[in-house]
């Protein structure tokens, strides 16, 4: 390790300044989707087996909901423009916009050149949580999600139920495809229900107890057409380890709900990005 400059101490002190200020950030109409919500009724749902996934659809002006059902149990999420599956979820550009957790009233937003939300979080019963004395919260967007490469690296395994390989085979199985062709498609996730922070020491992601428990859920409003795909992670409530079959798992439960005629006047989807791409050519 290099020693420290005489000023080491003065350039630790600079004060960070925020990379992305949102103030000028489209706001979601929270009022009207709350309003909307009343009047939805449920149309379809879909359980989620541990240590698997399962696709869903959602129509624009729909909304969805992520419960815990049985026992504490972490989910990994994926989303997709149901129309163009280039138009999926951008993690990083989220966690730059919002931080490192999302709660009500923050969105998911989709990759280059889309760059629009496409979900919005009208509701979530773990808000109370907060961030703890660790620096953990929950529903991250900051974890990749579980999968087989790292275990080989790392322990040379060959586990074929953690997040990542969930979601292959489950987005392989809605496309009629092999787990080849759908295996690129999948991205790096929301970590619904995961309570996640970084070590204040050595800056390591870290996972804890999820706070989570039956009747918990996250709820999301639909800005466009969605294609999405919910695994329910191997580490169960992820309180000490996740790809093996040792945590307790339990499963998840996703529900759509459609408002009534007339319940959403005045919105519209919103639009791809306007940047011209030209990207100075």
Known sequence: MYPPPAD??????VAPVICYP????PRPDLDLYRTARKTAQK???VLVAPRDAA??????????????VEGPQVGDLNLWNAADLSGRFYSGKTRALHGTHLTTGERMWSAFPHLRPMATIVEDTLDWYGIDAFGGSVHDVIGTRCDPYTGNLLAGTQYHHCCHSNLT?????????????AEPHVH???????????TRDTGQYFMKASPVRPGDHLEFFAEIDLLGALSACPGGDCSAEHSSDTAACHPLLVEVFAPSDG?????????VSGY????GR
């Not at 080491?8 to 002190?13: I, L, Y």
């Not at 949102?22 to 950030?25: E, H």
């Not at 696709?55 to 729909?62: D, L, N, R, Y």
């Open 263 to 271: 319940a959403l006047a005045g919105w519209a989807q919103p639009q």
């Open 276 to 279: 011209d791409r030209s990207h």
């Open 169 to 181: 085979r489950a987005l392989a199985d809605h496309l009629g495809c092999s787990v080849a062709e």
């Open 43 to 45: 149309i379809s749902e």
């Open 55 to 68: 696709t869903f659809t959602v129509t624009a002006g729909q909304f969805f909901r992520i419960s815990s």
């Open 8 to 13: 080491a101490e003065q350039r630790r002190a």
């Open 22 to 25: 949102t103030r000028t950030l």
């Open 188 to 198: 790096d996730v929301l970590n619904v229900f995961m309570c996640t922070g970084f």
